[in-house]
């Protein structure tokens, strides 16, 4: 059963608008949560995170919102550039008896058209 | 800047070989992660090591094996390879005791099994 959902495979905006990407969660324990973003032939990058005791985190033109009432998150870039297209995961934090491992969702292919 | 390097981006095996994935990373990091990315299903934990000689299974760890000797080394082993194993892998460390769990991946090996 999947923990992390993300329920859009694609998604294609134009250059100069909002790109929201969201993302589910089942696992209340869950008490980070990370987006990435992946290039083709390239390892993820880390993006932003926001803490489950928070409800948003900014860092220039990305902004993670989480309402953990709905168990959902979303990264919002504005405004979008067509470097942004990439496949963004989102990603949940989660601790083991010897320490934390990420649980990513599938991923969501953003395309940004000039 | 931590730098995490997978030995070889692209190989190609035959079924039943036996394959071994490698990756290093220069940061000190006490964590080290394997996971494999497959269109779809997005990116899997296989397994994961907290120390040296320690190593915890992670979602899909059947079929594969590891091994962490030292601190800076964390290698796959495919015993006897399969078509099913054909994949994006990679491979992360991070900061032991970090709590957003941030990792910090390498490159990708691209593994064709025939």
């Known amino acids: 059963d999947q923990q992390v959902k993300q329920n859009s495979p694609s998604l294609s905006v134009q250059e100069g608008r909002i790109s929201i990407l969201n993302c589910d969660y089942t696992?209340?324990?869950?008490?980070?949560f990370l987006w990435y973003k992946k290039y083709p032939a390239e390892g993820p990058t880390f993006l932003i995170s926001i803490s489950s005791i928070k409800d948003k985190n900014e860092d220039g033109r990305f902004t993670v919102f989480l309402n953990k009432s709905a168990k959902h998150l979303s990264l919002h870039i504005v405004p979008s550039q067509p470097g942004d297209s990439a496949v963004y995961f989102c990603?949940?934090?989660?601790?083991?008896?010897?320490?934390?491992?990420?649980?990513f969702g599938k991923g969501t292919t953003l395309s940004v058209s000039s | 800047d931590v730098k995490v390097t997978q030995s070889s981006r692209y190989l190609v095996k035959r079924t039943g070989e036996k394959v071994f994935l490698e990756c290093v990373q220069d940061?000190?990091?006490?964590?080290m992660f394997w996971y494999r990315q497959d269109p779809g299903l997005g990116l899997r934990l296989i397994y994961f090591s907290y120390d040296v000689k320690m190593k915890e299974k992670g979602d899909i760890p059947e079929g594969y094996s590891v091994s962490r000797e030292k601190k800076e080394r964390f290698s796959l082993i495919l015993e006897s390879a399969s078509t099913n194993q054909t994949s994006m892998y990679l491979c992360a460390s991070a900061q032991k005791g970090v709590r957003t769990g941030e990792l910090f991946f390498g490159e990708g090996s691209r593994l064709t099994v025939l």
């Open positions: 696992n209340s324990m869950f008490d980070y």
């Open positions: 940061m000190d990091h006490e964590n």
């Open positions: 990603a949940a934090s989660v601790k083991h008896q010897a320490g934390t491992a990420l649980i």
